[in-house]
């Protein structure tokens, strides 16, 4: 049996956790925290770094810290997770869909303009499968407009876009660290704050409403209520196993990498024959290997191609069903324009099994049996 995904394990996490439980400061912010933090600031160039305890719950810091009121307007694809949409939705805003490439499955930024009312305060990018959207034309959308940008980078750890990070060029960013993506604590995230304007209200917003942080920088002599607050700070001990696999980030990315390249190199002539569709890297984009997907014919073919590797003994997956086709998606938002792709492409879309070192062989039998289904 192989299975869709494993967690990523490199080795050394559990003599990290051991000595976070012996540093006896298991809460948040302890040292793995920091060491995870600044590693993230160093290695992305990035302005501001904060572990938090979900790639959802940096994505509702970071709507909150849009400053968003009730009846505004957010411009994001339909093609995402629930995450993406519900912290605006906490916020009070109304979503705006915009269709998605179907050659990147990202928002199709030649749209985004035409979504644009009186009311939009901010602008979604999800970098779907960690390939990065069209970030100048987001960005100078957003500069001319006035608009905030959210990044939803939860897939993008490690990926770049014309040699910069994901996440780094929006006012925020968003990274998962979920079992299912390719840096893990089990459960966690990180937000990116790329202003320094946002870091003492987002310390606060993540300190249960205190400035607990300028306490023990020494900055305050006592910590108070000073703001609205929640809690989104991971326990130390997730960050410890964190911790390990930042250490091998370059040897995970590469693992990763090396079996993306093989399907995609597999998978060429079916390509070429128009049976399938494969994922499109654009020009300037660098990306981390977070998924491989394949495209097949419609619905009907997707489900038979499920089934047939089910049978064989290997787990595929569909993805996301589209936001704007399900009751919440309705009562929160509406789409902008016409659905062209978004609904016929995520019915299209098959991902195989890929994680950290998954064997050679295993990816050899998924190329195998995948072949042979496209070939019967
Ligand atoms: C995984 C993911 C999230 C949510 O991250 P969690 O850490 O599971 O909360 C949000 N958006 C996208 C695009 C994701 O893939």
């Known amino acids: 049996m192989i299975t869709f995904n494993e967690p ?72 995402t997770f629930t995450s993406t949409a519900n912290a605006f939705v906490l916020v009070g805003a109304r979503l705006v869909f915009v269709d998605i490439r179907p050659d990147t499955m990202n928002i199709n930024e030649e749209l985004i303009e035409d979504a644009i009312t009186d009311r939009t305060v901010a602008i979604v990018p999800v970098h779907y499968a960690g390939i990065s959207c069209e970030m100048n034309k987001i960005m100078a959308i957003a500069k001319k407009h006035n608009l905030k940008v959210v990044e939803d980078a939860a897939q993008g750890v490690m990926s770049t876009y014309h040699g910069q990070a994901l996440g780094t060029f929006g006012d925020f960013g968003c990274y998962s660290f979920h079992e299912t993506k390719n840096y893990s604590m089990g459960e966690g995230g990180a937000i990116l704050i790329n202003e320094n304007k946002y870091i003492e209200k987002a310390e606060i917003l993540r300190e249960k409403g205190t400035n607990r942080s300028q306490f023990f920088r020494g900055q305050v002599a006592k910590y108070n209520w000073v703001d609205f607050g929640d809690s989104y700070l991971p326990s130390d001990i997730n960050a410890a196993y964190l911790w390990a696999q930042l250490e091998k980030a370059d040897e995970i990315n590469d693992n990763r ?23 499109f890297v654009p020009e300037g984009c660098v990306h981390n290997a977070h998924m491989f997907y394949l495209k097949c014919k419609d619905l009907e073919e997707r489900a038979a191609f499920i089934n047939y590797m089910k049978e064989n003994g290997i787990g595929c997956t569909f993805h996301y069903v589209p936001l704007h086709s399900a009751p919440a ?35 050899s039998y998924v190329i195998e049996k995948s072949i042979a289904f496209f070939r019967q």
């Open 8 to 79: 990523p394990f490199v080795g050394t996490e559990l003599e990290y956790i051991k000595q976070a439980v012996a540093n006896k400061k298991i809460c948040g912010d302890g040292a793995f925290t920091m060491k995870c933090n600044t590693w993230m600031e160093e290695r992305f160039q990035a302005n501001h770094v904060m572990l938090t305890t979900s790639g959802s719950t940096a994505l509702d810091m970071a709507a909150f810290l849009c400053g968003i009121h009730p009846g505004d307007e957010v411009i994001l694809p339909s093609y």
């Open 329 to 363: 998606g309705q009562k929160f938002g509406r789409f902008s324009g016409e659905d062209v792709y978004t609904t016929k492409e995520s019915d299209r879309l098959v991902r195989l099994p890929m994680y950290y070192n998954m064997k050679d062989e295993d990816s």
């Open 257 to 279: 990498l090396a079996t993306w390249n093989k399907y995609n190199h597999a998978f060429q002539e079916l390509a070429s024959e128009g049976r399938i569709s494969l994922p």
